[in-house]
């Protein structure tokens, strides 16, 4: 089943405590993208990569890591988590050359 | 001013009853238009896709770009108990570095009641 998949699906931590929440897409996408989901903010473009090797800051960067050493992973790193990335989490693929996002099923995170 | 806008609602409307979604948008470059649909505990999940001016329907579900007036809609007939969820707009166009960036709006959301 083509698929992209999350985990964890949900998580409670602590301010300063690094954290990686992992994203894999078994799709063969070049490009992959981590979103966060406020209320009346909507989904926000943290990074995004367009293959292997190739990422770039979206719209709010601060705070978040990323790498692409596979084409089916894209790990979200937090180095030192701080309550204002309280969040629902979405890690989504696409093909290159199309505009049709798969999202991932989420990952809830809060940071105490 | 956000790039996107769009009611957050919520929109309650009865079993039956035509809905009517809307996003405003001020970037001109945007050329490829969608509705993205997402339930309780889901990611979203693609609804619509609609390129420049124009409608395209899908079933109950029509959706509808006025780029004069920078203005997206999304129409659903004979609403269903089973169309509750939250509306996402997303809109996109070539931006910066040759990446086609997708910008959503806030979402709106619906509930039908039977």
């Known amino acids: 089943e083509a698929q992209v998949t999350q985990n964890p699906r949900y998580l409670i931590t602590v301010t300063g405590k690094k954290l990686t929440v992992t994203c894999s897409q078994n799709?063969?996408?070049?490009?992959m993208s981590w979103y966060r989901q406020d209320p009346g903010l909507g989904l926000r473009q943290i990074y995004y990569?367009?293959?292997?090797?190739?990422?770039d800051k979206g719209d709010v960067p601060e705070g978040y890591k990323v790498s692409r050493k596979e084409k089916r992973n894209f790990p979200l790193i937090l180095e030192s988590p701080s309550p204002n990335q309280t969040s629902l989490y979405f890690c989504a693929s696409r093909l290159g050359g199309t505009d049709t996002q798969y999202f991932g099923p989420g990952t809830r995170l809060t940071v105490l | 001013q956000k790039e996107v806008e769009q009611d957050p609602g919520p929109l309650s409307v009865p079993e039956g009853a035509i809905v009517s979604l809307n996003c405003t948008y001020s970037?001109?470059?945007?050329?490829?238009f969608m509705w993205y649909r997402q339930y309780s505990r889901k990611g979203p999940e693609l609804l619509m896709y609609?390129?420049?001016?124009g409608n395209k329907e899908d079933g109950r579900f029509t959706a509808q770009v006025d780029k004069s007036s920078k203005y997206i809609s999304l129409f659903i007939r004979d609403s269903q108990p089973s169309d509750s969820a939250t509306y996402l707009c997303?809109?996109?166009?070539?931006?910066?570095?040759?990446?086609?960036?997708?910008?959503f709006g806030a979402g709106t959301r619906l509930a039908v009641h039977p």
């Open positions: 609609t390129y420049s001016s």
């Open positions: 990569s367009m293959n292997v090797e190739v990422t």
């Open positions: 799709m063969n996408h070049e490009y």
């Open positions: 970037n001109s470059a945007f050329q490829y």
């Open positions: 997303a809109m996109s166009g070539m931006f910066s570095g040759g990446y086609n960036k997708l910008i």
